[in-house]
């Protein structure tokens, strides 16, 4: 079965410092590949996407992500962190022709001041 | 503004009552979908709907019922057979193409079961 697993469920990082999220999935095909960011209470807004092409992507709020291939990740990355980051994070993945995007348990993300 | 509204934000009900969550959209999109969201558990998808008239359960579809009668629409009703039905309530919109699916997301409902 498809599935997406990230392995940070709470994350904490003082203002300033850099950022990885970790993203990895179990498809068979070539994945297309999704990071959103919730804020509490909040709708899903779209970070990222990875569809084809140059495998470093970026996206809004200064995030970028790295599809890497051989370890079947997509680890989203920030230089620099903002009090603002604070939300909840979720990869999503689907596949050519698939009409449901599977998703990611999330990871939480605290800043510290 | 072309965006996807759900209301109520936050709706409370007595157990055995069935509740309908709205869901509009006017981005064109075909398909619309409904998730569930639980605390540490992501978002699982209850039913999903590419075209007007036809629907398809998700992975939680059991308590649950839809209807899609318009491009623009698509209720999400919480029957009294879902058995822990409180939870943050999702409602998506995306383009139906043949390689991918990107989908934007509403603001959310919070149904509280009391």
């Known amino acids: 079965a498809q599935s997406v697993t990230q392995p940070d469920i709470h994350i904490t990082v003082s203002e300033g410092a850099s950022l990885e999220l970790r993203c990895n999935y179990s498809?068979?095909?070539?994945?297309?590949l999704f990071w959103y960011v919730q804020s509490p209470g909040q709708g899903l807004q779209l970070l990222l996407k990875?569809?084809?092409?140059?495998?470093l992507v970026q996206g809004i709020k200064g995030f970028e992500a790295e599809f890497k291939r051989s370890q079947s990740s997509f680890n989203l990355r920030k230089p620099s962190v903002h009090w603002s980051d604070a939300a909840e994070y979720f990869c999503a993945v689907t596949f050519q022709g698939a009409q449901k995007l599977v998703f990611g348990q999330g990871t939480r993300l605290t800043i510290n001041p | 503004d072309g965006g996807i509204t759900q209301s109520p934000k936050y709706l409370f009900r007595k157990e055995g009552q069935n509740v309908t969550l709205s869901c509009e959209q006017n981005l064109n999109h075909d398909a619309m979908y409904w998730y569930r969201q639980d605390p540490g558990q992501g978002l699982r998808l209850i039913y999903y709907s590419q075209i007007v008239n036809d629907f398809q359960k998700g992975d939680i579809a059991e308590g649950y019922s839809v209807s899609r009668e318009k491009k623009e629409s698509f209720p999400l009703t919480v029957t009294s057979a879902q058995k822990n039905p409180t939870a943050f309530y999702l409602c998506?919109?995306?383009?139906?193409?043949?390689?991918?699916?990107?989908?934007?997301f509403g603001p959310g409902t919070r149904l509280t079961v009391l």
């Open positions: 990875y569809f084809s092409g140059d495998t």
């Open positions: 998506a919109s995306s383009i139906v193409l043949l390689d991918y699916n990107e989908q934007f």
């Open positions: 498809y068979g095909a070539t994945p297309y």
